[in-house]
């Protein structure tokens, strides 16, 4: 038998080990549902002002039936310090934070972020200034607050335990671009993709 003869078998088990590799890393992959898209708020929402919504009634009627995405590099964990007028930057001597985006944000239309929408939800090792907890907070989103200040924009935050409180936002777009998916991170403050072009950042 030649060398070549020799090593024919060799080589073809070593390509059916390889296609099986192959077949159980792809399914072992998530793929990203696509077909996902944030639900509309329900009627409750148009009758009341968001701010007047208990945090029960918030979670039962909306956001429970969102998706958030808790995958580092979509979402975001760090050392934040956050100062007693609700401020946030990155720090070592800060306590951890998370921030998940809420996965069909990214898809959202202009129109639908100004009625109002849930883009990301925080929660923190422990108590802070503005409100957020070990408990989840929700950020929603929306252009209903004054016209005079931030055009109308403002974030607003429902806590677990208590009212919803009304803060700074700044809606900036991005003519041109578009964006693929939903991110949020702790950068030099809090910050998130809230539509196709656009991101939203509170101080």
């Known amino acids: 038998m030649t060398v070549h003869k020799r090593w024919l078998p060799r080589i073809g088990v070593s ?3 390889l296609a099986l590799a192959e077949s159980r890393a792809g399914q072992c992959q998530v793929k990203p549902d696509s077909s996902y898209r944030a639900p509309r708020p329900t009627r409750l929402f148009e009758r009341k002002d968001v701010t007047h919504i208990s945090f029960t009634d918030f979670e039962r009627e909306y956001a429970d039936s969102l998706h958030f995405d808790s995958v580092y590099g979509a979402a975001d964990s760090q050392h934040v310090e956050f ?8 720090s070592p001597k800060g306590m951890m934070a998370w921030i998940e985006p809420e ?14 929408r849930v883009i990301a939800r925080i929660k923190t090792e422990k108590p802070t200034p503005l409100g957020y907890g070990p408990r989840w ?18 974030s607003v935050f429902f806590f677990p335990d208590r009212t919803p409180v009304v803060s700074d936002l700044r809606y900036t777009t991005h003519p041109g671009y578009q964006w693929r998916q939903s991110i949020a991170k702790w950068g030099g403050s809090q910050w998130s993709s809230c539509d196709r072009a656009g991101c939203c950042t509170k101080e």
């Open 15 to 17: 390509l059916l080990i």
């Open 137 to 154: 907070t929700y950020w929603w989103v929306d252009r209903r607050g004054p016209p005079g200040k931030n055009d109308g924009w403002r």
């Open 103 to 116: 996965e069909g944000a990214w898809a959202l239309e202009p129109k639908e972020l100004a009625e109002g």
């Open 83 to 90: 100062t007693s007028d609700g401020k946030s930057h990155p």
